[in-house]
C-alpha cells in the first residue's frame, strides 16, 4: 500500500511507522556503517520510535568521538568509524561524553540535557554496546561500567477536582479573558475542545493513542473505544456516560459540517478538517489550563496523571490503574503514585469494622 493509500484510509499509526523509518535511514547515513547491521539486529524486539530515538542519540555519540576525542582524529567521518574504533572506546570517553551531553551544538543548534536526558541517550550507547558485545565484536562492554545519572523523581502534577471543573467550563463555554478573535475561535471549536479534554480526563488516554483515533473507533454500544498501545497493540478502553456525552455532541456537529471530506476518518479534526497533530492538542490543552491554573504547566500527559490519581483513589488496587493506562509494568505506576499509598491505606483501615453498635 502507497502513501497516497495510508493517508487516505487514515491509517494514522502505519503512516507514523513508515515516516520514522524513513528518517532512520536517513540519519543511518551519518552512523557507522556497523549500525545498519544493529538497527536490523534489534528490529523484531524494538519499535520504530525506539529505534529513531536510538538513531538520534548515537548519531550524537559519535559526532562527539569524532570531533571532541583525540583518539579518533584518525577517522574522516562516521561512515569511516569501524568495530576497530569502537574498541577503542574507554569508560572515560564515556563520561566526558556524559559531561558534553550538558551543553553542546550540532548543526548551529544548541541543546541542553538535565540527567533524564542524559540517561536516555547513555541508555542508547549502553544498549549498542551490549548489542555488539554479546556478538563477540567487542571483547567487553565498557558502558555497562558506567553509573547512570540520577534521576530525581518529581511530584506529580495534576489537576484537582475543582481545576478539571473548571477547565471543562471554560472549554464548553469560554472564558471573559478571551479577545475577540479568540471567542469567535471558540465558537467554531468549543465542542471538539471540550470532547478533547474530557476524553483525556475521563480515560487518561495518551497524546499518541488520542491523535490515532478515527471515527469508527468509538463504539457508544458499549461505550468504549480502541486504541493503538505503544508497540501496537490494539485495546479496548472504556468511558463513562459524562465522555459519552462530550463525544457524541462533538460527533453531531463533526458529521453536520459538509467541508470534512467523506473519506476523512480522524476523529479529532482541525479547523482545515485534517487530523489534530501531538503539537495541535498539546497547544489546545495549554491554552485552557493557563486560564484555569497559570502557575501548573499542565500538558496533555498531566491530564492522564490526573485521572490516573483520581482512579487510584477511587479504587485503590495499582494493579486497574497499571491495567487502564497501558503500563507494562505496575512497578511504573507504583513509582508514579507511591506518594498515595498511604492516604490509600488510611481510607482502608477506616473500612474495618470490628464492633457494630
Known amino acids: ?83 576497530e574504533h569502537l574498541r577503542r572506546v574507554t569508560t572515560t570517553h564515556l563520561e566526558m561524553y556524559t559531561d558534553f551531553l550538558s551543553y553542546y551544538e550540532y548543526n548551529g543548534k544548541i541543546y541542553t540535557n538535565e540527567n533524564k536526558g542524559k540517561a536516555r541517550k547513555l541508555s542508547s550507547v549502553r544498549a549498542m554496546f551490549r548489542y555488539f558485545y554479546n556478538k563477540e565484536y567487542l571483547p567487553s562492554d ?125 476523529l479529532f479534526l482541525s479547523i482545515q478538517n485534517k487530523r489534530l497533530s501531538v503539537r495541535a492538542i498539546q497547544n489546545i490543552v495549554q491554552k485552557y489550563s493557563r486560564i484555569v491554573t497559570p502557575l501548573k504547566k499542565i500538558s496533555p500527559h498531566k491530564l492522564r496523571s490526573t485521572y490516573g490519581t483520581s482512579l487510584y483513589r477511587e479504587t485503590g488496587d495499582i494493579y486497574v490503574v497499571a491495567e487502564v493506562l497501558g503500563h507494562r509494568d505496575v512497578n511504573t505506576t507504583k513509582k508514579h503514585y507511591a506518594a498515595m499509598s498511604d492516604d490509600i491505606r488510611r481510607a482502608a483501615a477506616k473500612k474495618v469494622v470490628l464492633r457494630k453498635d
Open 1 to 83: 500500500m502507497d502513501n497516497n493509500n495510508l493517508k487516505k484510509n487514515n491509517d494514522y499509526f502505519k503512516q507514523r511507522n513508515i515516516d520514522s523509518l524513513k528518517k532512520i535511514r536517513k540519519i543511518q547515513e551519518e552512523l557507522p556503517l556497523f549500525c545498519n547491521e544493529y538497527f536490523i539486529g534489534i528490529e523484531h524486539k524494538t519499535s520504530v520510535l525506539t529505534r529513531l530515538n536510538y538513531a538520534y542519540d548515537l548519531r550524537i555519540f559519535f559526532y562527539y568521538l569524532i570531533n571532541f576525542q583525540p583518539a579518533f582524529s584518525d577517522v574522516d567521518g562516521p561512515q569511516s568509524f569501524t568495530i
Open 142 to 266: 565498557v558502558s555497562a561500567k558506567i553509573s547512570m545519572p540520577k534521576i530525581r523523581d518529581k511530584e506529580i502534577i495534576k489537576l484537582e477536582s475543582d481545576e478539571v471543573e473548571d477547565i471543562l467550563n471554560v472549554a464548553e463555554n469560554g472564558s471573559s479573558s478571551l479577545t475577540k478573535h479568540q471567542e469567535a475561535y471558540h465558537e467554531m471549536t468549543h465542542l471538539r475542545d471540550t470532547a478533547l479534554l474530557t476524553l483525556f480526563l475521563g480515560t487518561g488516554i495518551r497524546i499518541s493513542e488520542c491523535v490515532g483515533l478515527n471515527v469508527n473507533d468509538i463504539d457508544f454500544n458499549i461505550n468504549g473505544f480502541t486504541i493503538t498501545r505503544k508497540g501496537g497493540a490494539r485495546v479496548i478502553l472504556y468511558f463513562s456516560d459524562e465522555v459519552a456525552s462530550a463525544l457524541k455532541a462533538y460527533l453531531k456537529e463533526r458529521e453536520a459540517n459538509k467541508s470534512v471530506p467523506k473519506d476523512e476518518q480522524a
